[in-house]
């Protein structure tokens, strides 16, 4: 079995900062890309950044400049760092993982639980 797990996140005034984590744990063998979505009520799920084993790094137009994704491969843990939040970063952020089991030689994602984030304007 394999499980992400996600911390972070809350209510923060427009302007201000947070941060998420997600812990990917059990039967990894290795994990190729992590990533962050999002999704607001009423609209689809989008990508915000991701992150591949090498440490090169994507991020959508709309959070360029404003947030940082890293990862420590040791602790097989994605993070999200979010500067100069705006209201319409509002969402529920999910975390995932594109990784080989040691069951396994195929490639699985999977998806943390979920975290509300909430900005005040």
Known sequence: QVQLVQSGGGLVQAGGSLSLSCAASGNIRKINIMGWYRQAPGKQRELVATIFSGGSTN???????????????????????????????????????????????????????????????
């Open 59 to 121: 991020y959508a137009d709309s959070v360029k400049g404003r947030f940082t994704i890293s990862r420590d491969n040791a602790k097989n843990t994605v993070y999200l760092q979010m500067n100069s939040l705006k209201s319409e970063d509002t969402a529920v952020y999910y975390c995932n993982a594109d990784l080989m089991r040691l069951d396994s030689s195929a490639t699985y994602r999977y998806w943390g639980q979920g975290t509300q984030v909430t900005v005040s304007s």
